[in-house]
């Protein structure tokens, strides 16, 4: 078994993703979609950038490394009745069936991040990117004061150190890692526009509940309380999420969390 597509198939990444689709359809918004533009999602979840770029008439296919969520993301756009948006199965390091040049905007919005070897990653959306289009990321930025960074500073001290030869998904979020990772694919470096932006999760739920949601469907934090339970530090685990969240939460109505995150947002003009 691919140990990334494991990681993203347990539990039930939709839970969190509910909590991400009003900032997911703003940052769509924004992109300058036109009707019938062909647009590849890749590691597009269950559609939380998909289905609303769909909606402004773009020909949208996403692709995910993680069937459940492949399963979930065609479930949302057949009842919302799309016909111009399908979810497929593969992987962002090698897009196996998709041909060169397919695609007029490429965007990835927290997902390419997470395959392990980033450099095919790179080389992959510029193939599949035609020339004059663009692509899109958005990833999350290593020891940025905000929740998901310090939700993987916190979740890391309870799980045991990674593999010999692991690449941190994080340093997505670093410019200069992101243009040598697009100048090796053949993107020139003045192509590449990088910035700060926000996202915002918006739970229906207090901080300590969205904790456990985290705990029980997010892939990542699951397996920190695992590995954290066998030293009988799980406990301890929970509450300094806790905390976490509660200080990052900046809704006054005590059913609802709202915490927003700093993100880098990676625009590439190819070729």
């Known amino acids: 078994m691919n140990p990334n597509k494991a990681l993203w198939e347990k539990g039930d990444f939709t839970k969190i993703a509910d909590t991400m689709r009003n900032s997911g359809a703003g940052l769509v918004a924004r992109l300058g979609i036109t009707k019938n533009i062909k647009l590849l999602d890749l590691g597009c979840g269950d559609g939380t950038t998909a289905i609303p770029a769909a909606k402004l008439g773009a020909d949208v296919t996403g692709i995910d490394i993680a069937e459940n969520l492949v399963a979930a993301g065609n479930a949302r756009a057949k009842a919302a009745g799309l016909t111009n948006c399908t979810f497929k199965q593969g992987d962002a390091c090698q897009l196996q069936g998709v041909a060169d040049d397919s695609f007029d905007m490429l965007v990835s919005i927290f997902g390419a991040m997470f395959a392990p070897k980033p450099y095919d990653v790179a080389k992959e959306m510029v193939r599949v990117t035609k020339p004059g289009g663009k692509i899109v990321m958005g990833n999350w930025i290593p020891g940025d004061p905000t929740l998901v960074a310090q939700i993987l500073k916190i979740s890391s001290a309870y799980t045991p150190p990674p593999p010999e030869g692991f690449v941190s998904p994080m340093l997505w979020g670093v410019e200069a890692e992101v243009v040598d990772r697009f100048a090796a ?87």
């Open 185 to 271: 694919a053949g993107v020139s470096k003045q192509n590449i526009v990088c910035q700060k932006a926000d996202f915002t999760f918006v739970a229906q739920c207090t901080p300590n509940e969205f904790v456990d949601l985290f705990k029980r469907y997010y892939g990542p934090t699951m397996s920190a309380f695992e590995a954290a339970g066998k030293n009988g530090k799980a406990a301890q685990l929970e509450r300094e999420l806790q905390a976490l969240f509660a200080e990052k939460n900046s809704s006054n109505n005590s059913s609802i969390t709202s915490i927003t995150a700093t993100y880098l947002l990676v625009e590439v003009t190819v070729s």
